[in-house]
C-alpha cells in the first residue's frame, strides 16, 4: 500500500466517523425531523406544489396578506420575464383579484400544477423534482397561456425543477417557457419571505418557512451544511487530506467519458436483465424481460402473467411494481378490489391514487426486504441516496440473486391465488 493509498483509506475512516457523530446528534436532539419531509416524501410535487401556492396566495393560511407574492415577483418573475409591450407594466397585476390555483385543468385532461391568474394575466407554472415531463407537456402549457393571455400578449411557462434543467423536450421552442430552480429562485424568496416584519409577527409561519426551506434543501441535495462543512474541514486540514481527497474525486470520476465510475446503474440493470429475470423465466412460465418501453426510458420490467387476464410487472429497481390487465381484457371491481388489498399487503405500499387505463395497482415505493428506507425516485438525477440506493442494490444482486427472484416469483404466486 502507497503512502498516498494510506492516507486516502484512513481520511475515508474519518469522514465515515464524522458522518456517524453528525448523524447520532441528528437523533438525539431531533434537529432535523421536518415536517413536509415527512408529508412530502411519497408524493413531492403536488403536495409541494401546495404549499406554495398557498405562500403564494394572498388570501392563503399563512393570513400575511400579498406580501410573500409582491415578492415572488420581484425576485423570481420581472428579472425573468420581459416587459410585454401590449402589456406595458406587465407585472403590476391587480393583486386583489389574483387566484391562485394548483391542478389547473386543461385540454387533453392535462393540469398545470400552478396558476396565477388576475383574469387579464395568467401566468403558468410547472414544478418536477425528478419526474421527467409527459411529451409536449410544456407545448400545451404554452398554447394555454397564449390563449389565456390573448389580449395582453404570451406569457411564457415558468418550468421549476431542482436546477433550472432545461426540458427534454427538442422540439420546444426556448421562449415557450423559462426554466427556474429551488436552489437558485424559490429558496432566496423563502429566505427573504422569512426574514420580512410582516412573518416575525406570526412565529408559527415562521416555524413552517424554516421547515419548508429545510425540506426543499433536502429533496434538491443542498441541505446538510454542517456535515460538509466538517467534511471539508478535514480535507482541508493538511496537503495529504486534500490529495487524498483529489485521488478520491478522480477514482469516483471517470474522466474519459465524464460519466461516475462509481454509479452503478449499468451494473444494476446487467444483473436484473442477465441473472434476475433468467431465475424467475426459469421459475415462471411465460415470465419475458421487457428492457423497453416506449416514452419511459425507466421502466425495464419483468412482465410475469398470472391468470385471471391479469399480469404483475416487477421493474429493475425493485421499488416500482404494477399489475396490469391483460390488454382488451375485463377484470371486474370485486377483483381489482381484491388485487389492490393483496399488492397492498405483500409490498406495505399503498396504490398509486392515479392510474393508467388497464392498471389495476401501482406503486412507486415498494421496498425489498432488508433495505434501507432511502427516499429516492430515480428517474433523472443521481444524488447521494440514489447512488447509495443503486449500490446496495447491486450488492444485493451480485450477493444472493436466487433471493431476489425468489421474493418476485413469490409475490405472483400469492396473486394467483385470487
Known amino acids: 500500500m502507497t503512502d498516498s493509498t494510506q492516507t486516502a483509506e484512513q481520511l475515508l475512516k474519518r469522514v465515515s466517523e464524522k458522518l456517524k457523530i453528525?448523524?447520532?446528534?441528528?437523533?438525539?436532539?431531533?434537529?432535523?425531523?421536518?415536517?413536509?419531509?415527512?408529508?412530502?416524501?411519497?408524493?413531492?410535487?403536488?403536495?409541494?406544489?401546495?404549499?406554495?401556492?398557498?405562500?403564494?396566495n394572498p388570501k392563503g393560511q399563512h393570513y400575511r396578506g400579498k406580501v410573500y407574492l409582491e415578492l415572488f415577483l420581484e425576485m423570481v418573475v420581472k428579472p425573468l420575464i420581459t416587459v410585454n409591450p401590449l402589456i406595458g407594466k406587465a407585472w403590476e397585476l391587480n393583486l386583489s383579484n389574483v387566484n391562485v390555483r394548483t391542478e389547473y385543468p386543461i385540454a387533453e385532461n392535462r393540469r398545470i400544477d400552478i396558476v396565477l391568474d388576475d383574469g387579464r394575466i395568467f401566468l403558468p407554472i410547472e414544478?418536477?423534482?425528478?419526474?421527467?415531463?409527459?411529451?409536449?407537456?410544456?407545448?400545451?402549457?404554452?398554447?394555454?397561456?397564449?390563449?389565456?393571455?390573448?389580449?395582453?400578449g404570451f406569457i411564457p411557462v415558468l418550468f421549476l425543477t431542482p436546477d433550472g434543467r432545461k426540458s427534454i423536450d427538442k422540439t420546444l421552442n426556448d421562449k415557450k417557457y423559462i426554466p427556474i430552480s429551488f436552489e437558485k429562485h424559490i429558496i432566496p424568496w423563502l429566505k427573504k419571505c422569512?426574514?420580512?416584519?410582516?412573518?416575525?409577527?406570526?412565529?408559527?409561519?415562521?416555524?413552517?418557512?424554516?421547515?419548508?426551506?429545510?425540506?426543499?434543501?433536502?429533496?434538491?441535495?443542498?441541505?446538510?451544511?454542517?456535515?460538509?462543512?466538517d467534511i471539508y474541514a478535514l480535507i482541508t486540514e493538511s496537503r495529504d487530506n486534500f490529495d487524498a481527497a483529489l485521488r478520491i474525486y478522480k477514482a469516483v470520476l471517470n474522466k474519459d467519458n465524464k460519466e461516475q465510475k462509481l454509479n452503478f446503474y449499468p451494473k444494476v440493470l446487467e444483473s436484473f436483465e442477465h441473472q434476475i429475470s433468467k431465475l424467475v423465466e426459469k421459475s415462471l412460465d411465460n415470465a419475458k424481460y421487457n428492457p423497453n418501453v416506449e416514452g419511459d426510458p425507466d421502466w425495464k420490467y419483468i412482465d410475469i402473467p398470472i391468470g385471471h387476464d391479469y399480469k404483475l410487472l416487477m421493474n429493475y429497481n425493485l421499488k416500482w411494481v404494477?399489475?396490469?390487465?391483460?390488454?382488451?381484457?375485463?377484470?371486474?371491481?370485486?377483483?381489482?378490489?381484491?388485487?389492490?388489498?393483496?399488492?397492498?399487503?405483500?409490498?406495505?405500499?399503498?396504490?398509486?391514487?392515479?392510474?393508467?387505463?388497464?392498471?389495476?395497482?401501482?406503486?412507486?415505493?415498494?421496498?425489498?426486504?432488508?433495505?434501507?428506507?432511502?427516499?429516492?425516485?430515480?428517474?433523472?438525477?443521481?444524488?447521494v441516496d440514489g447512488f447509495l440506493f443503486l449500490y446496495e442494490l447491486y450488492q444485493t444482486y451480485l450477493k444472493e440473486p436466487e433471493k431476489v427472484a425468489d421474493w418476485i416469483v413469490a409475490m405472483a404466486n400469492k396473486l394467483k391465488s385470487i
Open 127 to 152: 414544478v418536477k423534482f425528478k419526474a421527467t415531463e409527459l411529451e409536449n407537456q410544456l407545448v400545451d402549457y404554452a398554447i394555454k397561456s397564449e390563449e389565456m393571455n390573448a389580449d395582453t
Open 194 to 229: 422569512l426574514s420580512l416584519k410582516e412573518t416575525d409577527k406570526a412565529l408559527p409561519v415562521k416555524e413552517v418557512l424554516k421547515q419548508f426551506i429545510n425540506a426543499i434543501k433536502s429533496f434538491c441535495g443542498c441541505e446538510d451544511e454542517k456535515m460538509e462543512n
Open 22 to 56: 453528525v448523524q447520532e446528534l441528528y437523533r438525539e436532539t431531533g434537529i432535523t425531523y421536518n415536517v413536509f419531509k415527512v408529508m412530502l416524501r411519497n408524493d413531492k410535487e403536488v403536495k409541494m406544489c401546495s404549499v406554495f401556492a398557498d405562500l403564494l
Open 322 to 383: 404494477k399489475v396490469m390487465s391483460v390488454e382488451s381484457k375485463t377484470i371486474d371491481n370485486v377483483t381489482k378490489d381484491n388485487i389492490r388489498k393483496k399488492m397492498s399487503g405483500i409490498t406495505g405500499s399503498r396504490s398509486d391514487e392515479i392510474l393508467e387505463e388497464g392498471c389495476i395497482w401501482y406503486s412507486k415505493n415498494v421496498k425489498y426486504p432488508g433495505f434501507k428506507d432511502i427516499d429516492i425516485d430515480i428517474d433523472i438525477d443521481i444524488d
